[in-house]
């Protein structure tokens, strides 16, 4: 079995910044992709950001230039860096592995003055 724990999440200000992590039970390049997704209120878990073995990388259009996912490997950890946050980015953000194959608790990010 897989575990999957995120932190890192909470209240901030909008324009703030947030490192969110998420630690692996093993080692990360036994997954061909890492990710991060959201899902707020009312709609549907959405793609963020992903990180293949190989380190490319992808963003939705909404956080690009803003959210920066990498991977720290002798820790089993992937992270999404989240600067100049908006409320529109409020959600529980997940961490997956594999291709939808194993997801993490979430983390609540709530953006707001």
């Known amino acids: 079995q897989v575990q999957l724990v995120e932190s890192g999440g909470g209240l901030v200000q909008p324009g703030g910044s947030l490192r969110l992590s998420c630690v692996a039970s093993?080692?990360?390049?036994?997954?061909?992709?890492m990710g991060w997704y959201r899902q707020a209120p009312g709609k549907e878990r959405e793609l963020v950001a992903e990180?293949?073995?190989?380190?490319?990388?992808r963003y939705t259009l909404p956080v690009k230039g803003r959210f920066t996912i990498s991977r720290d490997t002798a820790k089993n950890t992937v992270y999404l860096q989240m600067n100049s946050l908006k409320p529109e980015d409020t959600a529980v953000y997940y961490c997956?592995?594999?291709?939808?194959?194993?997801w993490g608790q979430g983390t609540q990010v709530t953006v707001s003055s």
């Open positions: 990180l293949t073995n190989g380190g490319s990388t």
């Open positions: 997956n592995a594999g291709v939808h194959e194993y």
């Open positions: 093993r080692s990360i390049f036994s997954f061909n992709v």
